[in-house]
Each structure stands twice: as structure tokens, then as C-alpha cells.
């Protein structure tokens, strides 16, 4: 159902670079629909992405092969650590994201921002790709404090999500996640802030996630370990804990807010945290509840009833491919930065 | 599916009823002003309910005939105005249900507290009816500030829901509603605490709806026109909005704080009310959205997903009889104070 | 200290006109600083008022000696009720303080837009005597979700005052007032958004009061029977309550929320709201706490600092004129709209 | 001013101290277990306090010597770690500050209790030191989540500030700071809960400050450098900041809520935290402005009534001997659990 890109920059054996942007030629494989390449043979960078994309659609304007790409790929020269190669795939994956989903960067383009390591190169991305007089007609809505500011200091044009007309949707939204699943249902709200980024995330047409390799998970909570974070009403959390320990969960708490906070942690909706640890979370088939083993559906399901639940960090059931008029949960496309630097793309 | 009680007070000359299921046959006196028994034939009054019931189970406490008796009860002798006639069925159902559900007032009891005019008989009969040295042993749960200070006042044992132990339940919760259909499900949310007062019926063993005629409906939507209200993350109203339309609501709005507060209500968790009009909603069957007209359980079940929604005003599903262990939404009970006085009770 | 202008349109003994700017020639009287009149007798009319503005400013654009009247002004052409006199007289002054205040009309001007009916005649002042391009050049500070929708309908460039980056100034704020003392001390806080509005006026170098004469008082607490509104956090109502009693004040209570709510009414800011009465304040010299009578600053101080109060609806202390560098919480001048058509000005 | 009662438990030899100015003089035995002492004559332990205490108090009641005595007491019997002693040090100033505040033990007593390492040792000396028939009397009010967990712990009493009726007083408040200066002038806020424990503190008769050594500081600003804790409406931060600077704070910050929430800190009462640092404070004199060092009332005083402050972490000001009526915010006394082992006492 869900293909895999799996975008090898190192590794695949005909490869001549040594990575990513820094490289010189590049014999270029067979690209798939979502990466096109004229060429023939030889594995898709970023550069390869983004001057195609450009030599496509902005001839004139550009002036140097290289007057777009990111700053330091053309600045490394040496050998990368491995924290710079997980760095440099993040940072492939935002672009590969963003050509893949904006392009033909349209006008007064709406679009969600989130937070986590990865999007702060979508952020760049898209400063360093959408033309500044098309970009100056976009706008931006952050899914938090940090988006926010993030999208202030790149200099794009902030907007909230409360004064998106009713019945209008985000063109696309793109955000981290905590964990993946095969079938592209995530856990997010290690920030505290999944209820905003729902809200944004479903609003949108479509929601692209990107983020790195730690982040793949055969079932959620296989990775993500600490829980499922549920916001709650501060007076129904015992209530809640309760509910949860009969559903299954092993363990579930009340966030706490140390050491900035004595206590909870308190959201910026006024709400509590409980992070819900349960057995990993079945991708397919059904809940065998006796067993304390849930499908992701269903377990979503029970949850956002639970009275006191304000909203739960699943996303889960339908993506914006599926669904018409917004409302999808799950992203279209998960994008992730890997270890050896190349970028793996999930797609629903 | 559901029976009615219909106790009659006025009028009725030779009724033997059924009284509160509990009591068997009773041959009833004619009523006088509010709650007179001059002689043979018919009615159930308050004195007799609870006269009754005294008689059957605390003989030996009982040491005057009017001891346990409502002040009011007692010095009303004047014939009664309507709107009189309606207070005293108000309290006469808070009496009943109190009777019904209450005995034989074991000690320890939790109890939830709710709020509306009837609720404050049910919290008169309480401290009427309960012996004080049980009742001390009582706690008591409000709903809201409202049913804070009623508990307060009445000199009980206040307690929040947020100190109930995970896996606890309430014993049973007395509080209003807004609107009743046949089925028992309900329209709350007029006062703005809906959330709350979900998290206390849905933490109770049993719900007991208590009422005046004014309430009773023969579909959600047909009395209560102002809409369902529905508690909402203020930077998701536009959204819910929306999503509501698309629906099929019929105008939804945010409530307005006037006179009080300029812009929205604010309710005490901080959140928004959009009150949502539809069609008057269907007691059995589907929906036809094609129309517009909606089945209360598949509207509620679409409501509650909708992401920014915190909590919906309509109680429904199942009722603590159905539902073992807690989260019960419906009363096993309705009870109706009627225009003539009398009391009419909708049982599950 | 104060001055006076009575700009009088109805009444003067030589006035032709019928009112305002639907008036043809009309005998100026000797104007003041403020509105400079060339001709020779007469009042002040918004029409001489806007049409000297542009003669002076905007001899280009003004192609119509109606062109930027405001629409009303030229349909009218019946004699005013009472009501539309007040009506008028509250645009007028709306007028009058926008071309007091923002004239030249510098780009990039940074203006707090408060709440209440005369400032809706600000907003449409500002955007029917400013040139639209400089118009898109200016940014507009609300004071809350009321103001925020009258900028947004307006279509003027909305920012919140959270984004004034630290040390920045509003060059001026808008604002209306419920009571209005001789030294321009005030109360506001009515619509429960007193806390946004003193930080908007004390982020502003100058603060301009627009109001009618119901606000016009001799001392806080004639007209302005309700009470000093105050913010309160609700865990401290009680403990203020009983500071504010032992003060003399005379029966403070917390603002219930109804209709729309049970219970308080809930700031944007998740507070209470207390309206204290006092007796009316002394304008000058010192407290008589024996009397419970105090001075306006003295009270203010005293107020201010009881634990558990997060501001108070007093305006006091400095104007914009005399602090430096911002946190002036009285206005440098209040404009009125007078019963009789007429305008008054209260300077600092 | 105030005066130094140094209680030396360790190496002083011959001591003759006025123990907690309730004692007359006495000659100290030698120490227990606990807080053993080499020498022959002297030093104060909380095992002699306390019996010395139980002697005078409640001889008939006290079968055994070691009673009342605290488990750890008896069970420790080799020489304590370093860190050993400053928990014991910690322990025994909070059972110096119930014998010295809560003897005779009246019935009915109202007591805060507040948060910190010491406060644990308060609520044990409680428990352990109060007859059970007088503890059930006593109510317990905490000034946060952390403190009412505590109460709860320990099965007393609980009961909330905002219950206590307006013109009434708690007895005492025991609480900890995060930094004392000479004139018993604190800072707190380190967890953020600082509006609602100035509340409590200012709530009642006497507030009475139990702390380590390390909190002891000539000026504040010396040992506690993470700046003064604001609690700041969020929408003012930025005001607040630019307010800050030109008042000569150093680097004046938002707190951050990592790592359990991204973006700022939200407390209790959804307000953010500004932490400004000052160059050390004045105990006495008056500002100098020029240079940016503050007096202490001098500064609060200026913090308190910037708008979108709205409340501060400097106690200052009067204390509960000096304020007939409440209102107090400094300590009478403070405890501190000294690194010897010893107890240090700074009374007003």
C-alpha cells in the first residue's frame, strides 16, 4: 500500500560523490514520478533536485548553477562526522519535501508550519527556493511558539490558524513527528503541543512530515517510548488515568514540569499532559484488548471519547489524499533525513 | 422502550400508580394546595412520597409525621399560582428521585451535584431526608461553581472530581438538563459547563436527570433552539465553525459575553462555546445528511472528532445501567417537574 | 490645568448651519491651535475641520469637497432625533481626535485601536481621512477581540501587541472609557478587557479617550455606579473581597457571567472580575480613610498592590505628555460627543 | 535589626543559647544518635529540642523518650555524609519552627504550607508533633500542586485559599524561599508558583521561612542569579522585557519549558515566567539608579506596577508583626538547615 523511496546518496553501487550538494557530477539512477530526472543513471541529490527543479521553471533568473542551494552545501568540503551526515540528510529531506509539494510555488500559497529539527529546513528551503516575489504572497502558520518564531525570524509572513476563514484549508502543512508507523500514523506531542498542531495539520490538504531516521518505527511505541501524549483537562486527569489503566496503558502520568515548574506541565490551551505508554500499536488488523494490544484506529477511537480528553497525539485515520474537504490526520508523504545521509521518503 | 411515569397531583381522582417503581400499588389521597391530603382517592403528593417512603423504612426515626418534610410543604395553604404549581412539581420530582435512588442511604455515598433550579430541591431533599449523622459521612461533587455553592450552603461535604481515585466512581449524580428526548439523551451546556458537568455524570455509577416540564422533547432541537453547544479551543472556532456548516448546522456562532464580557464567553477551562443549531435530531434510524437531519449518536460521534472541539453538549450513548464500569453519558432516569403539578418520570 | 474646548455646532449664536458636514458656509469663530480656521466667526465643524485638513495637506486628491466626507454625513438631510445627535457628535469627536493626533499622517504609524461605539468612528475616520497608501503603511494594535474585528473589517493591517518588539512605542492609542474625571483620570474595564487595554495605552507615547458625555464626570464613581472593575485571579477573590471591604468599599462582587455563563464571568486572561464601588474619588488633595473617601492616586497605589490582583481599571498617574519613555496610563486629551451635536474637549 | 540565633550543633562547647526565644536558657544534653555531638556539653539537636519540648508540654502523653521522635532519628547510628547533615540540619529547622510557632498547638488552626526540600521536614514535625485529636482540627492550605500533594500525603486537612472567607487570616504559613537577605527579604518563584504563594503568605498572620544555608545571602541577586521570577501576562512579555532593560535588569528572559513543553513555561494560572536577573540588592539605602542597583523596595515597588506584572517573586515590604491585617509578605522568621548540621535562625 504505502510505497518506499528510498533515495540512496551513499552506499548505492555506482555511486562517484561523496554527498549530498557538496558533490561535483553525479551519474543519476532512474528517478521515480516524484523526482524526475532527465538524465540517466546515477542516485537524486538535492542539487540534482533543485537545479532541475530550476533549470524547469527559472531560467532567467538563474544566474549560477549553484545561486540557490543551501548555504553550506556549498561551504562543507571535508569528510562529514556522522552528526553532520544526519544533519545534511534532515536537511535534504526538508528540501526534497518542499520541491516535491510546493512546486510550481503558486501565489498566495497558505501554508502550516511546525516545529522540530527537521522543519527549520523546510523553513530554509523554501527561503532559499520560492522566489521572494512569490513568497512575499504566501503565508505561514506555525502549530506553536516555536513555529512561530521560526517563521518571524525568516522574515515570512506570520498568520494563525484561528483566522483561517471557516471553510478555507492550508494548501500544505509541514511538520515533525515522534514516531512513524509503516502506514504513516504518527505520534506527536513530545513539545506539548499537539493540539494546535492537529488543529493546523487538519486544516490543510495535506500534510507532509518530515523528520529524521530515529523517528521510523515498525509500530508506534516501539520507538517512542514515554507514551502516547493525551491532553487533558487538569480536573479529569485522575479520571482519565484511570480510564487509561483500564484500557491497557502501563503506566500512564501526568507530565511533570520540572525543572522550570513545579508540578504539571500546563499547555499553552491551559490543559495537562499524561503521556499513556501502551504496547506497540498494532499497524493492521484488529485490537485484542485482552492482551492489552491495540490497533491504531481503534485505539484512537476510544480515546478521543474518553470525557476530560481534550485531544490525543495519534494521528491517525484518513491522510489529505483521502479526504475531500480536510480533516486528515495522517500525512501524504513522510520524508526522513538518514544516518548513512541519504533521505527516505514514505509515502501513503 | 422507555416507560413514563406520569404522577399525577391534581386532578387525577382515582390513580393507582406505580410510584418511582420502587413502592408497590398505593391508593392515593386527593391533593389540596401544595401537597394537602384531605381525604381518600388519588394523587401522589410529597407528603405522601415521602411519607410513604418514611413509613416503609425509618419507623422507628420518625417521631412526627411532617418531621422530615419540606418547610414549604408544611405552610403553604393558599391555592397555588401556576408558577407556584410548577415549583412544587419541580421539587416534587427532586424528592422522588432523591427517594428513588438515594435509599436506603447507605453511608460513604459520593454523590455528583449539578446545576439548574430543579437541582436545588434535589439538594433540599438530601438534607432532608438523609439522616445527619449519614449524611456527614456523604461527599458531594458539584459540576461547577454554581453547584459549588449550593453544596457550600447546604453545610455537605464538598469534594472535586479531580480527587476521585483513578478507578473510582461516583455512587450516583443528580443534575439538569437543557432538553430530553424520549431516549434520554440530552442538550446540556446553557451554563457554560458542559465539559465539567460531562466529566461528573460520565464519573458516576448512575445519572439522574432532574427537570421541569419545559425540557421534555420529542427531539433534541425542537425545544432548545439556540443550538448544541459545544465547548471549542478558541484558535479552532473559525475551523469548527466551518466543519459545522458543512454539516448542516444551521447558523452556528460563538456565544457571546455580553453584558458581562466583551467578545466570547470564556468558560473556566479557558475555552470558547459555539452553540450549533441542526435539525431537530432523530431519536432512532441514520442519518440522512443529504437533508441535513442527523441521528443523535452519529452527529455526536462526528462532533467529538472534530479537531478542536474540547467537549460536545449532547449526552448520549449509553447510561449507567448499560455501561459497567463508568462513562455512562444518558440518566437511567429522567425526572419532570409538570405544568399541573404533577411529576412525570422517563426511565431507560 | 485642564482646558476646555466646547466646540459648539449647535446653539452659538450666529451658527447657520444645520450640523456638522452636511453643512454648506458657515461662520467660523476664531479656532485654536488644534483646528485652525482662516475664516472669521463661527464653530468648528467636522466638514471645516476635514476640509481645512486636506485644503492644507491633500489639495491633489481632493477632487470633491465631499470626497473623504464620511457617508452618513452627506445622506442625512432631516433634522436629527436626539439619538442621531448623540450619534453625530460621537463621529465628530472621533474625527476631531484623529486629526489632532494623527495628522500629518507619517508612514509606519504604530496605532492602538480600543473598544467601544466611539471608537468605531476612529476606525472609520482613520481610513476616510488617510491616504490609502500611507494607510497600508500603518500597523493597528486591538485591544481585544472586539477592536480586533472592527481593524480586521476594516481592513487595516492588524498586529498584536505581544509583537511590539521590547523598547517600541505606539505612536498613539484609541480608546474609549466608562467614566472620565476632570483630570482625566478614568475607569474602563466595563467589557472585561481593562488588563489588554492598559497595556496597550501604557505601550503607547500618547493615549486618546474618545467617548460621549454619559462618561463625563466630576469624580470617579458618580455616573460609573457599578464599581472599579478589577482582574482578579479566582483562587485570590475572596482574600481581595475582604481587602477591598476593609478599604470601604462598598459591596465588591465578583461579575457573574450570566447570561452566557454560570458562575463568574472569565476574562481572555483567565481571571475574575470584582466591581468595587467607592465613593466617588477626590479628584485632588489626599484620602480621608476614615470617610472612606480616597484620592484617585492614593486608591490606585493601595490597590494595585494587594496579592491576588492582576490590574485595575483605574487609569491614573501620568499622561503621555509627561512620562518619557511610555507606561502613561491617562490619556493627553478625551474627546466627547455632546448631547447636543456638539464636541468637548478635555486636555491634559 | 534582626538578630542572628546561631544554633551550633557541632564543635561549640560550652553553648547557653535562647532557644527559639520561647526557651529560657538551657544547658543542652549530649546528643542522641542523630545528631551526635563529641563534645561533653551543648549543642542543640532536634531530638533534645524535641523532648525538651515534650517535657515542658506534654508530659503525661509521652511514655516513651522516643515517641514523638521522628523514625530517621532513630534509626541513623553512623556518622552522617555531608549531605546527611544538611538534611538533618534541614529537618531540625523545620521542627525548631513548629515548636516555635504552633506550640500550644491550639485547635483550629489554619496553616499554609508551602513547597521546597524543608517544607517536607515542616509537615512531617507537624504530624509528628501534634496530638492526632488537635491535628484533625487543623486546616491545611497549599500554595500549589506540589504542597497539596503533601497534605494529602500526610492525611491532613486540605483545604483551598480561595475557601478562606473574605476579612479572615490563616495562623501561620510555613514556606521556603530561594534566596533570604539580612532583613528577611526573599526571593521566590524558582517553580513558578509564586502568585499564589505570596497569596497564601499574605493570607496570613505570620509567615514563617524554612531553607537551607544555601540560601542564605548578604543581597539578593548574590547566590540565587537566575533573576528575579515575574509572572507576566503573555501577551505583555515583550513590554515587560523592553520595561525591564531600561530598569538596568541583566538579560531579562522568558522562562523556557523544556524539556516537557516547547516554548515558554505556562503556569498555574496561565501566565508565563520572566526571570530578570539585577545586580545584587540594596538591603538598605536607596536606589542608584544611574549604576543599576536597586534597592529592594524600591525596586518591587517599580516591578509591581508595570502593566502585564501581575505578580513578582520579591517579598518585601512588612511582615505579620508589623501588619495588623494581613498582607504581610515577609517572614517573622527564617529557618535555615546549616551545613554543620546546625540550625540558623534570623528573626525580624
Redesign the interface.
Known amino acids: 500500500m504505502n510505497k518506499h523511496h528510498h533515495l540512496l546518496l551513499r552506499g548505492a553501487s555506482s555511486l562517484t560523490v561523496s554527498l549530498c550538494k557538496r558533490s561535483g557530477p553525479t551519474h543519476l539512477p532512474p528517478a521515480g514520478p516524484l523526482f524526475p530526472s532527465s538524465g540517466a543513471g546515477g542516485t537524486t541529490t538535492a542539487a540534482t533536485i533543485v537545479s532541475n527543479f530550476f533549470s524547469r521553471h527559472h531560467h532567467s533568473t538563474l544566474t549560477s548553477p549553484h545561486h540557490h542551494l543551501p548555504k553550506t552545501a556549498r561551504m562543507s568540503t571535508t569528510t562529514p562526522s556522522p552528526v553532520d551526515l544526519i544533519e545534511q540528510s534532515k536537511r535534504l529531506a526538508a528540501f526534497q519535501s518542499v520541491t516535491a509539494h510546493l512546486v510550481p510555488f503558486p501565489s498566495r500559497t497558505r501554508i502550516g508550519i511546525g516545529?522540530g529539527s527537521t522543519v527549520i529546513y523546510v523553513v530554509e528551503a523554501i527561503t532559499t527556493l520560492v522566489p521572494p516575489t512569490t513568497l512575499s504572497t504566501m503565508t505561514f502558520y506555525p502549530t506553536?511558539?516555536?513555529s512561530e518564531q521560526l517563521i518571524e525570524s525568516a522574515g515570512l509572513n506570520l498568520q494563525?490558524?484561528?483566522?483561517?476563514?471557516?471553510?478555507?484549508l492550508l494548501d500544505v502543512c509541514f511538520d515533525g513527528a515522534d514516531e512513524v508507523d509503516p502506514n504513516l500514523n504518527l505520534i506527536k506531542g513530545g513539545?506539548?503541543?499537539l493540539?494546535?498542531e492537529?488543529?493546523v495539520a487538519?486544516?490543510s490538504k495535506k500534510f507532509v512530515c518530515v523528520a529524521d531516521f530515529r523517528k521510523m518505527s515498525p509500530a508506534l511505541g516501539t520507538m517512542w517510548k514515554k507514551g502516547i501524549p493525551i491532553e487533558v483537562?487538569?480536573?479529569?486527569?485522575?479520571?482519565v488515568?484511570?480510564?487509561l489503566?483500564?484500557m491497557g496503558s502501563l503506566g500512564p502520568k501526568v507530565?511533570?514540569?520540572?525543572p522550570?515548574?513545579?508540578?504539571?506541565?500546563?499547555?499553552?490551551?491551559?490543559m495537562w499532559?499524561v503521556d499513556a505508554p501502551f504496547r506497540p500499536l498494532r499497524v493492521e488488523g484488529t485490537s485484542d484488548k485482552e492482551k492489552g494490544e491495540w490497533q491504531v484506529d481503534e485505539l484512537a477511537d476510544a480515546l478521543?471519547?474518553?470525557?476530560?480528553v481534550?485531544?490525543i497525539g495519534l494521528f491517525y485515520g484518513k491522510n489529505g489524499n483521502q479526504a475531500g474537504?480536510g480533516?486528515a490526520?495522517k500525512p501524504v508523504e513522510a520524508y526522513f533525513g538518514m544516518e548513512d545521509g541519504s533521505v527516505k521518503v514514505l509515502s501513503a
Open positions: 516545529s506553536g511558539a516555536q494563525y490558524i484561528n483566522k483561517l476563514p471557516p471553510g478555507t513539545g506539548a503541543c493540539w494546535q492537529k488543529i487538519t486544516s483537562l487538569p480536573l479529569a486527569a485522575n479520571r488515568l484511570g480510564e489503566e483500564r507530565r511533570p514540569g520540572l522550570g515548574k513545579a508540578g504539571a506541565v500546563v499547555t499553552d490551551n491551559g499532559i478521543i471519547k474518553i470525557p476530560g481534550a485531544e474537504e480533516g490526520q
